[in-house]
C-alpha cells in the first residue's frame, strides 16, 4: 500500500513538472509574437505574458487536481498543492492593474515586486494549502507543522518564496528592465521556480 502511494505522488509530482514547461513554453510563444507586431509595452500583452509564463501551469494543475478529486475520495499532497497554486492566481492581476493605476513605473526598480506576485502568489497559495492539507491529515498543528518542516516539498517551496523576490530586486537594481514582451517572459519564468518543489517530491519519491 505504501509502494503503491509514493508510486502515485511520484507520478502526480511528474505531472505537475509538465504542466510548468508548457507554461513557460505559452508565455515565450506568445511574447515572442507580440514583439513581432509591435506590442512590445502593451499592457494588455504584459498581463497575458505574465500569466501564461508564471501562471499558465496553475491552470493545468487546477484541472488536474479537480480530476483527481472526482477519481478519488482521499487527496494527496500533490492534488492539495495543485488546489492552492489554482486559487492563488488571481491576485496578481490586481495588484499589477492597481499598481499601474497608482502610476507605479512597472518597468523599473519599484516594480520589481509585479513579476514576483505574477511567479510565486500561486506557490503561497500551494504552500498554505499544503500545510492546512497537512492538519487536516494529522489533526493537530502541532504535528502538522512537525510534518510541514520535515517535507522536502513544502521546505523548498518556502524557500524560494523567500529568495525570489531579493533575486528580482537585484536584477531591476543593477539595470534589467522589462521593455519588451520577450523580457518581460523571460523575467517571469526566471522568477517562476515553482517546478522546484514538484522536481523535489518526484525525486523523494523516485528515490524511496
Known amino acids: 500500500m505504501k509502494d503503491e502511494t509514493e508510486s502515485q505522488e511520484r ?24 514583439d513581432y507586431f509591435g506590442f512590445q509595452r502593451s499592457p494588455i500583452g504584459q498581463w497575458l505574458v505574465r500569466t501564461l509564463s508564471g501562471e499558465g501551469e496553475s491552470l493545468f494543475e487546477g484541472m488536474y487536481a479537480l480530476r483527481q478529486r472526482f477519481r478519488r475520495a482521499t487527496g494527496s499532497m500533490a492534488e492539495a498543492y495543485g488546489w492552492g497554486k489554482f486559487l492563488g492566481m488571481s491576485p496578481p492581476w490586481a495588484i499589477d ?42 489533526r493537530s498543528w502541532r504535528r502538522a507543522i512537525t510534518q510541514y518542516l520535515g517535507h522536502p516539498v513544502m521546505l523548498a517551496s518556502l ?23 520577450t523580457s ?6 526566471a522568477a517562476n521556480l515553482c517546478w522546484v518543489p514538484p522536481l523535489v517530491g518526484w525525486l523523494v519519491a523516485a528515490r524511496k
Open 97 to 138: 492593474w492597481g499598481s499601474r493605476l497608482l502610476g507605479v513605473n512597472v518597468y523599473g526598480v519599484e516594480g520589481f515586486y509585479i513579476p514576483y506576485f505574477y511567479a510565486l502568489s500561486d506557490q503561497i497559495g500551494a504552500n498554505v494549502s499544503g500545510l492546512i492539507f497537512l492538519r487536516k491529515k494529522e
Open 11 to 34: 507520478e502526480e509530482f511528474g505531472t505537475l513538472l509538465k504542466f510548468t514547461a508548457a507554461g513557460f513554453t505559452g508565455g515565450l510563444l506568445v511574447g515572442a509574437l507580440l
Open 184 to 189: 518581460t517572459a523571460l523575467e517571469t519564468i
Open 159 to 181: 524557500l524560494i518564496i523567500l529568495l525570489v523576490p531579493i533575486g528580482l530586486l537585484v536584477a531591476r537594481a543593477v539595470g534589467f528592465s522589462p521593455t519588451t514582451q
